[in-house]
C-alpha cells in the first residue's frame, strides 16, 4: 500500500506467506455478506428468555404503583399525533426490521435462520420498558415514584444479569477428557511493540519481569517491534542484560529485532512484526505486561483447540505496588478498579453469550492467518470510523448545496474527518482487531484461569507526589475509544446484534451512557420528589440509607481488590468521588472523540520522533557520502 504524504513510513501489508489449514471451514476472505458462524443458538435463547422475563418483572414494580383516579387523557399535537416514547418505540422497531433485513442478505450458507432474525426484535424490550414508563407516569398518582423506579432498574439490571452468570461460571473445558492438546508453546511468536524501557528504574524493573515472564513460557520466537535502529539497539542491550544469567532460553526461543516501521505507532510495530512470524499463532504483549505463571501460554492458548476460535483474551491485574504513599496507593488503586470492572464485565458477558466488547492489547493471542492477511493489515493501517455516515454525508452533498457545505466546513475545522470517515486513527488496536475478527466469522474467547493472568502497573506517579502520571491521559484515551468504536460496532458492522446479543446491552450500549454522576444525580431527584419522601418523617435517615446503598453498589465489580488488600477500604470514598470525577472526562471525550492522540504516551512520542529523525538524518549522509565516494 503505498504511502500518502501526510502517512507515516512504515512497513507495507502483505499477503501470508503461508496457507494456514486451521480456518473456520471457508477457502477464501469472507466477503461482507459471507459472514461466518455469525448465528449463536444458545445466545438467542438466553437473549429472549432474560429479555422477556425483564420487562415482565418490570411491569409487574410498575403495577404496584397506584393509578391517579382523576387523571386525564394526553392531549396530542394535531399534526403530530405520536408522543414521544411511541416516537422511539418506532424508530426502534424500524432498526429492528434494518437488522432483519440486513442479516437476511447473507448467502445461503451463512445466512442465519429465520428463528434466529427473529430473536432480534427482543432487542426492543429496553425501549418497550421506556414506553412503559411514559405511559405509566402520565396516570400514576407518583409519577415521580414511577421514573425513580425507572432509573433504578436501568441503572442496575446490568449489574443483577451479570452477577446471575457470574455466580454460574464454570471454568471452559477446551479440551474434551480423553483428548490431547493441539497447540503448545512452540506454536507461539510473541511479539512485543516498543520503544524500550528508557533509564527510569521502575521501567526497567517491569521490562525485565515482562522479558523473563515471556522466557519462561517458552515460545517459538519473541520479536521486538521498536520504531528505529537506536531503540533497537537500546532493546538489545537491556535483553543482553536481562539473559545474561539465563541462557536455558536458547534451547526454546528465539529472539528477534525490527525498526521496519519506522514510527512510534503501535499499529505499523504490529504490522512489522507480524510479518516476521513463522508459527500458527501470534500472541500480542505489551512491554509493561508481566505474565507470572510459567504456564500462562499452556493455559492461553487452550482456547484454540475450538477450531472457531479466532482470538483470545485474559484476565489482567494492576500490581499493587508496597511502599507507596497515601495518594499513590490510591492512584493505583483506581487502577486496579478500572481493569477489574473490565475482568467482571468480560467474563459475565462471555458466561452470557461467548461475547467480548474488546479483547485487550495487553496480552492476546491470535491466529497468525488472520494477521498477516493482506486486507486485515491495510485497514488496520489505515482505519477509519464512522465511515459510513460521513461518505452518506458526501452524497448527499452531491444533490445539495446545503449538505456539501456542511461537509466541506466539517473537514475544514476537524482534521480528522474526511471522506472516508474520521481517521486514521492510531488508537483503538484491540478493538479494531476484536471488531475484524468476529466481523469476519470467529470465535472469541477468554482465558480466565489463574495461570492465565497479566499483571501490570498503573497509577506511577508524578514529581509533584500528587498526580499520576500516565493514568488521567489514558482514561480520556479509553473513553475515547468507546465513543469511536461502539458506535461502529453498532451501526456500521452490525454483528454484534446477532452474535453477542445480550453483551451488546450489557456493554457496547451501555459503555455510551454510563456514566456515575448523572445516573447517582437522577436516582437521587427524583427520590426526592417522590411522595414516599416528601410525607415521610425520616428523609434524613432516607437520603443517608439510598446514598450508602448507591455508594455500596459500586464494590460489587471490585470487591476482589478490596478482598486481597482489605486496608485499601480506606480508599472507598475518594473512589467514589473519582468515579464521579470520570463521568466529566466521559462527557469531554464525548465532544473530543475526533483526536486520534494516544493519550499517556506523549513523551514517549516526542522522543522517538526525534530520533527517527536523527536517524533518517544519518542515513541520509550515509547514502550521500556512498554516492560521493562511487
Not at 471457508?26 to 461482507?32: L, V, W
Not at 527510569?200 to 517491569?206: L, R
Not at 468480560?346 to 493482506?374: H, K, P, W, Y
Not at 493519550?599 to 544519518?618: H, L, Q
Request: aromatic share 14%.
Amino acid at each position: 500500500m503505498a504511502q500518502g504524504p501526510n502517512q507515516p513510513m512504515g512497513p507495507t501489508p502483505t499477503s501470508n506467506p503461508r496457507q494456514q489449514t486451521v480456518t473456520v471451514d471457508a477457502t477464501k476472505p469472507p466477503t461482507e455478506k459471507s459472514l461466518r458462524n455469525i448465528a449463536n443458538t444458545n445466545a438467542s435463547l438466553k437473549f429472549v428468555t432474560i429479555f422477556t422475563v425483564l420487562p415482565t418483572c418490570f411491569a409487574l414494580v410498575l403495577s404496584l404503583i397506584a393509578d391517579n383516579p382523576m387523571h386525564t387523557p394526553t392531549l396530542r399535537w394535531q399534526w403530530f399525533p405520536l408522543l414521544w416514547e411511541e416516537c422511539l418505540l418506532l424508530a426502534m422497531f424500524l432498526w429492528v426490521i434494518r437488522l432483519v433485513h440486513y442479516f437476511g442478505g447473507f448467502e445461503s450458507a451463512s445466512c442465519p435462520s429465520i428463528w434466529h432474525r427473529m430473536s432480534l426484535f427482543w432487542h426492543m424490550a429496553p425501549v418497550v420498558c421506556i414506553w412503559m414508563s411514559a405511559g405509566k407516569a402520565r396516570i400514576a398518582a407518583d409519577p415521580s415514584l414511577v421514573w425513580f423506579s425507572s432509573i433504578v432498574f436501568f441503572r442496575y439490571w446490568r449489574t443483577a444479569v451479570a452477577l446471575l452468570f457470574i455466580l454460574q461460571h464454570q471454568p471452559t473445558r477446551w479440551i474434551p477428557t480423553g483428548e490431547q492438546p493441539k497447540y503448545f508453546s512452540s506454536h507461539c511468536t510473541v511479539i512485543v511493540p516498543t520503544k524500550g524501557p528508557g533509564d527510569k528504574v521502575e521501567s526497567v524493573n517491569v521490562f525485565e519481569r515482562m522479558v523473563t515472564g515471556v522466557l519462561k513460557n517458552k515460545p517459538k520466537c519473541l520479536i521486538f517491534s521498536a520504531p528505529t535502529d537506536k531503540a533497537v539497539e537500546h532493546i538489545k542491550q537491556q535483553v543482553a542484560a536481562i539473559t545474561a544469567d539465563y541462557s536455558e532460553y536458547r534451547q526454546s526461543t528465539e529472539i528477534k529485532y525490527t525498526s521496519d516501521a519506522n514510527v512510534m505507532n503501535k499499529r505499523y510495530q504490529s504490522v512489522a512484526a507480524w510479518n516476521l512470524v513463522e508459527t500458527l499463532i501470534v500472541v500480542n504483549a505489551d512491554d509493561t505486561a508481566i505474565w507470572e505463571s510459567p504456564r500462562f501460554l499452556e493455559f492461553a492458548i487452550r482456547p484454540f483447540n475450538n477450531p472457531k476460535v479466532g482470538l483470545i483474551g485474559t484476565t489482567k491485574w494492576v500490581e499493587r505496588v508496597p511502599g507507596n504513599s497515601l495518594v499513590a496507593g490510591f492512584w493505583n488503586m483506581v487502577g486496579n478498579d478500572y481493569l477489574s470492572r473490565h475482568n467482571f464485565e468480560i467474563l459475565a458477558s462471555f458466561i452470557a453469550d461467548m461475547g467480548i466488547f474488546c479483547v485487550s492489547g495487553r496480552t492476546n493471542l491470535i491466529r497468525t492467518e488472520i494477521v498477516q492477511d493482506q486486507r486485515f493489515q491495510e485497514e488496520f493501517l489505515e482505519e477509519y470510523v464512522w465511515g459510513a455516515f460521513f461518505k452518506r454525508l458526501a452524497s448527499w452533498g452531491e444533490w445539495s448545496s446545503a449538505f456539501q457545505s456542511l461537509f466541506d466546513v466539517l473537514c475544514k475545522h476537524f482534521e480528522c474527518i474526511t471522506p472516508r470517515g474520521v481517521g486514521p486513527v492510531k488508537a483503538d488496536d484491540d478493538n479494531f482487531i476484536t471488531r475484524w475478527a468476529i466481523n469476519v466469522g470467529w470465535d472469541v474467547a477468554v482465558e480466565s484461569s489463574p495461570e492465565a493472568k497479566i499483571t501490570t502497573q498503573l497509577g506511577g506517579m508524578e514529581p509533584s507526589g500528587l498526580l499520576p502520571s500516565k493514568y488521567v491521559g489514558q482514561c480520556v484515551r479509553w473513553s475515547r475509544t468507546t465513543m469511536r468504536q461502539n458506535p461502529e460496532a453498532l451501526l456500521s458492522d452490525l454483528t454484534v446484534w446477532m452474535k453477542w446479543p445480550i453483551t451488546t446491552w450489557m456493554t457496547y450500549i451501555a459503555w455510551l451512557h454510563n456514566a456515575a454522576l448523572l445516573w447517582d444525580f437522577a436516582i437521587i431527584w427524583t427520590f426526592t420528589h417522590t411522595k414516599f419522601y416528601t410525607l415521610s418523617p425520616y428523609r434524613a435517615w432516607l437520603m443517608v440509607s439510598l446514598t450508602l446503598v448507591i455508594w455500596l453498589s459500586k464494590l460489587i465489580k471490585t470487591i476482589s481488590w478490596y478482598k486481597q488488600y482489605p486496608k485499601d477500604i480506606q480508599y472507598f470514598l475518594p473512589q467514589v468521588l473519582f468515579s464521579y470525577c470520570h463521568s466529566l472526562i466521559k462527557f469531554y471525550t464525548i465532544f473530543t472523540y475526533g483526536d486520534l492522540s494516544w493519550n499517556g504516551r506523549e513523551k514517549d512520542i516526542e522522543e522517538s520522533k526525534k530520533d527517527i529523525e536523527e536517524n533518517n538524518k544519518d542515513k541520509r549522509v550515509l547514502r550521500l557520502n556512498s554516492t560521493e565516494f562511487t
